[in-house]
Nanobody
């Protein structure tokens, strides 16, 4: 059974940084494409970033240059370093496996506010 558990969310001031982690189990982590997807309060889902098995990374225009996705295959962990955070980055952030968005974690809440 696939398990994805996000952590690292919290309250941060505009301009600050946070690092999200996603601990994965139940599948061959190193071979999978992985995503970060977010949902702001009252809004729909927004794809944020992806990383393939070879380490190539992809970003939504809204976060390009501010966020950095990485993976530690030895620890089955997906990471998202978020810098220069803005109030509009406030959302529930989900770790999602696969090109087809097969499995989802429960999310970790990021709130950017002064």
């Amino acid at each position: 059974e696939v398990h994805l558990v996000e952590s690292g969310g919290g309250l941060v001031q505009p301009g600050g940084s946070l690092r999200l982690s996603c601990a994965a189990s139940g599948f061959t982590f190193s071979g999978y494409y992985l995503n970060w997807v977010r949902q702001a309060p009252g809004k729909g889902l927004e794809w944020v970033s992806g990383i393939n098995s070879g380490g190539a990374t992809y970003y939504a225009d809204s976060v390009k240059g501010r966020f950095a996705v990485s993976r530690d295959n030895a620890k089955n962990t997906l990471l998202l370093q978020m810098n220069s955070l803005k109030p509009e980055d406030t959302a529930l952030y989900y770790c999602v496996s696969g090109y087809g968005m097969d499995d989802w974690g429960k999310g970790t809440l990021v709130t950017v506010s002064s």
